[in-house]
């Protein structure tokens, strides 16, 4: 069974950064798609960024486009976002996602493995 785990998170201000790391337990990201996703307080988990197993596409959130940055290194199993001008309306638990199941990048049928999550909290 693989194991992702995430890390990264954290309480920032609103208007700065934080990159948050999944590492995998197994050499998965280089045959998997992997996306960040995330859910916030009495909110449904929703999709954030994806990044596809060649690693030449990716797919982002309206709101976090041109903010976030999703990355990957396949030699060191671990998927990255880079989060900058985080908002209030950023903070939830962010959660990686790892499969190769059929379905869109965006939603949450390709990703059969998922981590616990990292806390984001950002202060106004």
């Known amino acids: 069974q693989v194991q992702l785990v995430e890390s990264g998170g954290g309480l920032v201000q609103a208007g700065g950064s934080l990159n948050l790391s999944c590492a995998a337990s197994a050499r998965i990201f280089n045959t998997d798609n992997a996306g960040w996703f995330r859910q916030a307080p009495g909110m449904e988990r929703e999709f954030v960024a994806a990044i596809d197993w060649y690693g030449g596409h990716r797919e982002y959130r309206d709101s976090v486009k041109g903010r976030f940055t999703i990355s990957k290194n396949t030699r060191w199993d671990t998927v990255y976002l880079q989060m900058t001008r985080l908002t209030p309306d950023d903070t939830a638990v962010y959660f990686c996602?790892?499969?190769?199941?059929?379905?869109?990048?965006?939603?949450?049928?390709?990703?059969?493995?998922w981590g616990q999550g990292t806390q984001v909290t950002v202060s106004s």
């Open positions: 996602a790892a499969g190769s199941l059929p379905g869109a990048l965006t939603s949450e049928r390709p990703y059969n493995y």
